[in-house]
C-alpha cells in the first residue's frame, strides 16, 4: 500500500476478520478493530502490534445484538479518527454451532442471525456514510456468503417453519441486497459498496464447530476480502457481489428493485422499533 489507509474491521477476533487485520497491519494500515469480548480485542490489538512493530490498533467494543451498541460503535469510531477509508462488514454469526440451530432473538426482539448479521452492519453502515463520504474514495466491503435465502416479507423474523440455514441465508442475501441499493444511491467516485462470498468452508471457529472440516483455506478468503478492501483494480467497482474473486450473479431477489426497497423501509422501521433514530 502507498498510502495508510484506515480500515474498521467488525468481527476482528477471529477467523477471517483476525486474519484479514494481521495482513493490513503487514501492509502499514492503521486498523479500527471492532470485537464483543474486551480481552481478546486487547490480544488481538497486542499481537498486531508486536508482530509487525506497529502502532497498536485502536478498538472498539460492541455487541451487535442490540442496535443501541451498534449505534455507541459508530459513535467511538466517529471520535476516534477523522477519516475511515474501508469498512469490511464482517461479524456475523453461522447456521449452527457454537450459537445454536434453534430460533433465538436479539435484545431488540428481532431473529437474532437478521439482526447480527444483516441490521447491525446496516446501522452501522448508515452511521459511518458521513465520514466514508469525507474519506473519498472509500469503500464498504460486506462479507456476505453463496448461501442464500429468498426473504419473505410476510414472515420477516422467520416465526414460522425456522431453521438455522434459513435465517443465515435470508441475512446474507439482504446484506448483499442492502449493498445493491446503497451503491445505486453513492457515487462510485466517494464510496464503493460490494459483497462477497469470501471462501467455502474456511476453518474458521464456526465452520469448525458446526462443519468440522474446511475446503478452501483462510488465506483464500483473506486474499479474497483484502481484494475488494484495497486493490487499485476495483477503484470505481461497485454494486457487485464476488464468489471469491470472480463476479458473480447473487439469487434473483438482490435484483428486485421493489424487493431491495421493501427491505430498505422495513430495516429503517425495525431500528425505529429498537429506539435508534436514523
Known amino acids: 500500500m ?18 484479514l487485520a494481521l495482513r493490513l497491519a503487514s501492509e502499514g494500515a492503521a486498523l479500527i478493530l471492532h470485537g464483543r469480548d474486551a480481552d481478546k480485542l486487547a490480544r488481538t490489538a497486542e499481537e498486531i502490534q508486536s508482530t509487525h512493530g506497529a502502532p497498536r490498533p485502536r478498538t472498539v467494543r460492541a455487541d451487535l445484538a442490540e442496535l443501541a451498541q451498534v449505534r455507541r460503535l ?41 439482526a447480527v448479521n444483516y441490521l447491525a452492519g446496516f446501522l452501522l453502515t448508515l452511521d459511518l ?3 466514508l463520504r469525507r474519506s473519498a474514495p472509500a469503500r464498504v466491503v460486506n462479507v456476505a456468503s453463496l448461501g442464500q435465502h429468498p426473504l419473505d416479507f410476510d414472515d420477516l423474523m ?100 421493489a424487493a431491495r426497497a421493501e427491505l430498505r423501509t422495513r430495516s429503517l422501521d425495525l431500528i425505529s422499533r429498537a429506539g435508534v433514530t436514523v
Request: charged letters at 20%; a negative charge; aromatic letters at 4%.
Open 2 to 19: 502507498t498510502d495508510q489507509r484506515t480500515v474498521l474491521i467488525t468481527g476482528a477476533t477471529d477467523g477471517l476478520g483476525r486474519a
Open 74 to 114: 459508530s459513535a467511538a469510531v466517529a471520535a476516534t479518527t477523522d477519516r475511515l477509508d474501508v469498512l469490511v462488514s464482517n461479524a456475523g454469526i453461522g447456521s449452527g454451532a457454537p450459537d445454536g440451530r434453534t430460533r433465538q432473538t436479539s435484545a431488540d426482539g428481532f431473529e437474532l442471525r437478521f
Open 129 to 131: 456514510l458521513p465520514l
Open 158 to 257: 422467520i416465526e414460522h417453519g425456522y431453521s438455522g440455514s434459513r435465517a443465515y441465508g435470508q441475512s446474507k442475501l439482504a446484506q448483499i441486497m442492502s449493498g445493491f441499493e446503497l451503491a445505486e444511491q453513492l457515487p462510485a467516485g466517494e464510496v464503493t459498496v460490494n459483497s462477497l462470498h469470501p471462501g467455502t468452508y474456511m476453518p474458521t471457529k464456526i465452520v469448525l464447530a458446526e462443519i468440522g472440516r474446511h475446503v478452501d483455506s483462510l488465506d483464500d478468503g483473506v486474499a479474497a476480502t483484502h481484494r475488494l478492501a484495497v486493490s487499485p483494480d476495483l477503484a470505481g467497482t461497485t454494486g457487485r457481489f464476488f464468489d471469491r474473486t470472480r463476479d458473480a450473479a447473487p439469487s434473483a431477489q438482490a435484483s428486485d428493485r
